[in-house]
């Protein structure tokens, strides 16, 4: 008994032994890999990420992490490695202990490029395939996908036995099947599962794989992956169609938005306002500004700086607009040549006021969190930004309706541009009607300003870019009906969507002109005219 | 005026005090005018300092006064002062050639350092030719021209554009075997594309790997093209974008990108009009790896370097300034002129346009460049990679200076045709034909 104790002792000891001595050689081995890090050579720099990650030490997935975040600091003079923490702090990258004493003074950042990043992600994707986080699996998932080492399998088929989530999972079985598709002595049965497998995910990275498939494949392998990308390719036209449909609405809602308030002022009153896109300027500029101040004071509250901005630029741009309207164009109303060289010296005044002001160089008025990125849906990409701006414009365009149907100062209006001296002699006073309707129509200009500089350069000649387009889609969708400026903006932007990827974004441009040159023509009150009495000779 | 004037002379006391003010003021003239005349030599500064070129010439004007006041503070040229003459084109083509007309007829300017654009150059480039003057050209542009009367110290296609592509080709820019042209639709971008779509095939591209896309100024609407730009780089093939799209239009193409998800290192984007600068007021993060390829980078260690930083900080009185690469063109085109009016021991445009050829300069990236007798300079060429602090990183440069090449020669019409002040004494002389003149 006590033999076999002793014995079991001297085994367990040994075997210890055993253990530590290749944790040593691995250690070894790990810092070894580390002094490719400090020669300040790209492709040095390769061959310590190619060595690190077959180390399989645990020290390498930080390691790289950091190399790939630019915090892994090297010594050139004493050969030595270091990685920054989040917060600052330094560690030995050889043992991830604090560095104590005080560290060398020539300490310079590992650069990368892009190569290198591509290593990482790829040395990373089968170092992390077993993280407890399901998103760092799932990006492990996707980096093996990318770059269908053969290498990693062993590592993927492990992970995929052992995950549970479904999403990682699937996309583990998709980077399984991109390897196995990209190998040369995967078995046939095994091949066309794969196939299966990338047909399931249909989309452009899945047909690439497909068509890049080896020459030498089994018949059988070759027609299933036929079959399977021409079925992509069909899926992927129709959600094209979608794809163009959805940038053309967003491209609408972007001109609609900023023809709206020249609907008003145009459309409505019949004053040729060529300072409208610098009301559409300021709209932007208040936003600069509000964001600005909310920077300074309330950092915190960052994301609801344009929540502030919409009334503010509304009450900028009204204002301004009463004051021209006060000051210029009352006296002008009936002589439209001339309303349209006073607003055009208008437009050059405020926009060399803006430029004195603010200084020529663009102002960068930053995305809210809620309007970066984007999202899959099916197969077209949605980002968050035109969407809201969608949806934003919607909004406007139901409230402008429902104000002037349902309030008095909207009936007023109307009455006032329907018949002016019928509606004077009920007792309305048009000249306050008039400055507040062109104060409205330049409020909506200014909140279209708002929408705009999330998308557009904040500049002083920010508003001359959308006149002539705001111009368009009034002129088009019929003078004085704002139901026919959303139906024409809609109409342009889907159109131009459609023509952009054949006839390129000039073309395009030209082409939707000569279109509606050729419609004025045929109908030379728009798509929706207005009949009745209210249209004047 | 006329009758007061009368007034006063038919007094006779007044009479005599006018003619010795008349008298005096006809002497302080003459003593004073040759003297001032020889005492400074005129320099012409042509950028605009207001409209929609402000933003990048404005500065290139403060780095020339820079220039100037440390030359004079080191003595000034052949013993005479240097005084600077600035006028405002103010963005307007056919403005820059009169104001060019005023500073050399007016002004009697020496040389002249100005414009950015290339329908700028053009525009001024007949004035120069008749009164025979001397400008100096500091951006990079498309080639295709060599006059007597400019000196290009900006890049030639083949000082900016081979090498990037050639970069991109490499193992370590990654391999591309696809390629997107984007470029903003006038004449830079497009030239420059027909060079390199010439290049590429040239090095065995097939047509379907190149997709060339021109875009109006100012466009803000990239969704459809960022993902055709998507979609052509996921088809199997290593995809690079080459990117001329110009000015303010490139914020809301690189903010489509990252909305987009086109990450640099699926599909990297190689500019040549974007500085740190224009990225210095945005978020950068999501433009980690992204490309741009100059002849000089504010990040370059190298001692010139340094110093030229520092003294442009204290000039300018703002530490967060950033030097770029027209900056640097006109440093070296300065210093040129200053040697080559010093080894002329004159400043006639004439003898100044014979020496300059083979003078040369040291550039701020460290080496030394040379004036060619194509009017061109040998530059080194850099390509950077974004980082996140906006800055660039250094992650390759050609091993030897690149001389600028005025006729490209890859395209048919100017592959034969050879620019050479020297010898030839012709900008257009074809080999072929043996005769000047295209």
Redesign the interface.
């Known amino acids: 008994m006590r033999a076999v104790c002793g014995r079991l002792i001297a085994l367990t000891l040994l075997f210890g032994l055993l253990v530590l001595g290749a944790a040593a050689a691995r250690a070894g081995s790990f810092e070894d890999a580390l002094a490719g890090f400090t020669t300040d050579s790209?492709?040095d720099t390769a061959e310590a990420v190619e060595a690190v990650a077959t180390t399989g030490s645990p020290l390498a997935a930080p390691l790289l992490e950091a190399l790939r975040e630019?915090r892994l600091i090297f010594s050139a003079k004493d050969k030595k490695v270091f990685i920054k923490t989040r917060d600052g702090e330094l560690l030995d990258a050889a043992t991830t202990n604090p560095v104590s004493d005080a560290p060398p003074d020539d300490l310079e950042t590992v650069?990368i490029?892009?190569?290198l990043?591509?290593l990482i992600?790829a040395a990373l994707g089968s170092l992390t395939l077993m993280a407890p986080d399901a998103n760092r699996r799932f990006d492990a998932a996707q980096a093996v996908f990318k770059s269908r080492d053969a290498g990693s399998l062993p590592a993927l088929d492990k992970a995929l036995a052992a995950e549970t989530n479904p999403r990682v999972k699937k996309a583990m079985q998709e980077a399984r099947a991109a390897i196995v598709l990209n190998s040369s002595d995967a078995s046939e049965a095994d091949k066309i599962a794969a196939i299966a497998v990338a047909r399931e995910r249909g989309d452009?990275?899945a047909?690439?794989?497909l068509?890049?498939l080896p020459a030498n494949v089994p018949m059988e392998v070759h027609k299933a992956a036929r079959a399977a990308s021409e079925r992509i390719q069909n899926d992927l036209a129709r959600w094209n169609a979608v794809?163009?449909a959805w940038?053309g609405l967003?491209?609408g809602s972007?001109l609609l938005l900023a023809a709206i308030g020249l609907a008003i002022t145009f459309g409505v009153m019949g004053v040729i306002n060529m300072a409208h896109g610098e009301m559409v300027m300021l709209g932007a500029y208040t936003t600069f500004v509000v964001q600005e101040v909310i920077r300074q004071n309330y950092p915190g509250l960052f994301d609801l700086s344009l929540a502030a901005a919409i009334p503010l630029a509304f009450l900028v741009s009204g204002a301004v607009g009463i004051l021209i309207e006060r000051t210029v164009i009352q006296f002008l109303y009936g002589r439209p040549l001339e309303t349209l060289l006073a607003t055009w010296g208008l437009s050059l005044i405020l926009q060399q006021a803006v430029?004195a002001t603010f200084g020529?160089?663009?102002k960068?008025v930053?995305?809210p969190s809620w309007m970066?990125?984007?999202f899959d849906l099916g197969g077209i990409?949605i980002?968050?930004?035109?969407l809201w701006i969608i949806c934003f414009t919607l909004v406007v365009f139901a409230a402008l309706l429902a104000m002037l149907r349902f309030t008095r100062l909207g009936l007023e209006m109307r009455a006032v541009t329907q018949n002016r001296t019928m509606a004077a002699a009920m007792g309305i006073r048009t000249a306050r009607i008039d400055a507040l309707t062109f104060g409205l129509g330049s409020g909506i200009a200014g909140i279209a300003g708002v929408a705009l500089s999330q998308?557009?350069?904040v500049?002083p000649?920010l508003g001359q870019?959308y006149i002539i387009d705001s111009f368009m889609v009034v002129v088009f969708g019929g003078v004085g009906n704002l139901w026919g400026t959303l139906v024409g903006a809609f109409t342009l932007g889907i159109a131009n969507?459609f023509l952009?990827?054949y006839a390129?974004?000039?073309l395009a441009?030209i082409a939707i002109l000569v279109l509606i040159i050729l419609f004025i023509q045929k109908r030379p009150r728009g798509m929706f005219a207005l009949k009745g009495r209210a249209v004047e000779a | 005026m006329h009758k007061q004037l009368g007034a006063v002379a038919q007094r006779p006391h007044a009479r005599r005090w006018l003619a010795a003010a008349a008298v005096s003021l006809a002497l302080g003239f003459a003593s004073a005018s040759p003297a001032t005349a020889q005492e400074t030599i005129k320099v012409g500064i042509l950028h605009s300092l207001s409209g929609t070129m402000a933003i990048s010439e404005t500065t290139l004007k403060d780095v020339m006064l820079m220039l100037i006041d440390e030359q004079n503070k080191k003595g000034g040229v052949l013993g005479k002062k240097l005084e600077a003459v600035v006028v405002d084109p103010a963005s307007n083509w056919p403005l820059f050639a009169e104001k060019a007309r005023e500073l050399i007829s007016k002004d009697k300017v020496a040389v002249v350092f100005g414009c950015w654009t290339s329908v700028s150059r053009k525009s001024v480039l007949p004035v120069f030719k008749e009164l025979d003057s001397i400008l100096f050209y500091p951006v990079q542009y498309e080639g295709e021209e060599s006059e007597r009367n400019v000196f290009y110290t900006g890049a030639a296609p083949n000082q900016q554009a081979i090498p990037a592509v050639d970069y991109l080709m490499s193992k370590d820019g990654g391999e591309v075997k696809r390629w997107v042209l984007e470029g903003t639709d006038y004449v830079y971008p497009r030239t420059t594309n027909k060079v390199l779509e010439a290049y590429l095939k040239q090095k065995g591209v097939k047509d379907e790997d190149i997709m060339i896309n021109y875009t109006p100024f100012g466009f803000s609407d990239w969704q459809t093209e960022v993902s055709k730009i998507k979609k052509f780089g996921s088809e199997g093939k290593k995809t690079a974008v080459v990117s001329t799209i110009n000015g303010d239009a490139n914020v809301p193409f690189y903010k489509e990108l990252a909305n987009q998800g086109v990450k640099a290192t699926d599909i990297p984007v190689v500019a040549f009009s974007v500085g740190a600068e224009e990225l210095a007021k945005h978020d950068t993060k999501p433009l980690v790896g992204h490309l741009a390829a100059w002849n000089y980078f504010q990040s370059i260690k190298a001692p010139v370097n340094a110093s030229f930083i520092k003294s442009w900080h204290e000039f300018i009185k703002n530490q967060k300034r950033t030097t770029n690469d027209p900056m640097e063109a006109h440093f070296i085109g300065f210093n040129m002129w200053v040697k080559a009016v010093e080894k002329a021991k004159s400043t006639d445009p004439d003898k100044v346009i014979a020496a300059l050829p083979g003078i040369e300069a040291p550039n701020l990236t460290g080496g030394t460049s040379k004036m060619l007798a194509n009017h061109h300079i040998t530059k080194p060429v850099y390509i950077g990679e974004i980082r996140g602090d906006g800055q660039f990183d250094v992650v390759w440069k050609t091993k030897d200076l690149v001389p600028g090449d005025a006729w490209s020669d890859y395209l048919p019409g100017s592959k034969d045709l050879e620019a050479d002040w020297v010898e030839l004494k012709c900008g257009n002389y074809n080999t072929v034909t043996k005769r000047c003149g295209g």
């Open positions: 790209f492709s630019s650069r490029n892009n190569r990043r591509n992600d452009q990275d047909l690439a794989l068509q890049g794809q163009n940038y967003s491209l972007v430029r020529p160089t663009n960068e930053g995305n970066s990125g984007a990409t980002t968050y930004n035109r998308i557009d350069n500049s000649n870019g969507k952009e990827p390129g974004a000039v441009k």
